[in-house]
């Protein structure tokens, strides 16, 4: 992993979806370098052309943001949106916890989505300000081989599991994103119902989506075999049968274009770009 540390001139930047007010990347590129990544395609130089191989790390984020959150009206940040906030180099830079901390301490709200443990390290700060901060687990199966294939550097899904139960059980809101699920790869019951019993267990909401065709992420997933195709009726018939046995568990679960849609319409929601690209 190379690891370039770089200077930035701003750290928020405005939000174009409907559920944040603003973004926040401390870390250009991700170790964790899943194959389905659509943050390839918007991330410019050599993290987004090496993906998952070189980060680079936004060393002067914290001051640049502590002089932002004077000016700025508080909102919600989403933290990250096409990162992972969570990726080992956290645990040398601590970044987003140096932001969470700002931007907590304003006023603003947080919006976390992560694979990682690693955010368990910060549970201190979150409990503390449980009532601003949401927290979203990516879980695409708990398959090892497939999750192994397609998120090569991210922690095992039973790991993020486990983390997902103990923050829901500090009382910090939870959710799970459920995707993207890849027709042929991580599409079986046996992907998707034990993610649904985990979030049944931990209270936690559900937004499923499917893979959305990307440039990068195309050529990623192609290098392990896996060529997806565009299909319409077999998302459709797939996501009413996830949302029935949702609605069986008695869990609470969108697709990505109905939250997009509701928060839309309300100006708010809670979850990450994932869904949406
Ligand atoms: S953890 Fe998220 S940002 Fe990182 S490679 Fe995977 S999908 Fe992309």
Redesign the pocket.
Known sequence: MRVVEIRVKSALSRSGLPEYDYALNPYLG?S???R??Y?KDFTRGEPGEKW?EVVYVKVNLPEVLAREVRSLEPGVVGVST???PY?PIEAKYRLTRKSLEILLGAGFRASIQT?STYVLKDMDLLFVHRRAVDVGL?ITTFRPEVAKAL?PG?PPPRARAAALSYIAELGVRTWVFLGPIIKGVNDSEDDWRPVLEVAARTHSEVTIDRYRPRPGADLMLASIGVRPAADPAWWSALAAKIKGECASLGLVCRTAEEEWREARSRGRGGVGL?KFL
């Open positions: 991700c964790h370098g899943c389905y990544c943050a998952g096409i990162t992972d990726q694979k990516t998120e991210a994932d």
